[in-house]
């Protein structure tokens, strides 16, 4: 339970602050003259606490109604790690209240999160399209392309497992979007935004041309 209870909060955590940078990136290209008021320090501060709030609050109710499920025997998730759909799949009861409070949830920190990035890319990309300047799109590039890189690899598993109708033959893909969402994307994640720095790439240059 508290393996799940932090799986989620962290999750849900990072739905938001992923929506927080969008809108970042959004007053920088289309809002430039205006970027240091729309995002000062504090507001930066308030929408940080908001998304950690957000994420451990909406993990409470899931990981409450799993200790209410009575499970058939047998104590083994077939999955990585404790998460919602796995230990469902254990109970001896009809979960369906469980499950409709998962999509509810999830359409609220996935779909949402995931509409308001979509809408501030649209926002930027008719900036892009109005601009003359190939130094001010280069940079433009060099600030959205690894935000948007990481909304696509967090986004995509996330609605496979969460929003996807269960059936009895996804259980082996469910385990590998899992894997892939808590292993593969975080490793990239850092290794995006760290390229993105002027430092780490002439480091990893040097380091492959001695290579």
């Given at each position: 339970m508290i393996q799940l209870y932090f799986a989620l909060a962290l999750g849900t955590t990072e739905c938001v602050l992923l929506v927080v940078m969008s809108y970042d990136r959004y007053a920088a290209v289309c809002k430039p003259l205006h970027y240091t008021v729309l995002m000062h320090p504090r507001l930066c501060q308030s929408l940080a606490v908001a998304s950690w709030v957000s994420g451990f609050i909406n993990s409470a109710p899931h990981s409450l109604f799993m200790f209410w499920v009575p499970l058939c025997g047998h104590y083994q998730a077939d999955n990585f790690f404790c998460e919602v759909p796995a230990l469902l799949k254990l109970s001896c009861i009809d979960t369906h209240v469980n499950e409709l409070s998962l999509m509810v949830t999830s359409s609220i920190f996935v779909l949402v999160p995931l509409i308001l990035i979509l809408t501030s890319y649209?926002?930027?990309?008719?900036?892009?399209?109005?601009?003359?300047?190939?130094?001010r799109l280069q940079k433009v590039f060099g600030t959205c392309g690894a935000h948007l890189m990481v909304v696509f690899l967090f986004f995509i598993p996330v609605l496979c497992i969460y929003l996807q109708p269960p059936t009895e033959n996804s259980q082996e893909q469910g385990k590998f979007i899992?894997?892939?969402y808590t292993v593969v994307t975080p490793s990239l994640n850092s290794l995006i935004y760290t390229l993105r720095n002027k430092d780490v790439r002439g480091a990893v240059s040097r380091l492959m041309g001695r290579g």
């Open positions: 649209g926002a930027i990309a008719r900036a892009v399209l109005r601009m003359q300047s190939t130094t899992a894997l892939f």
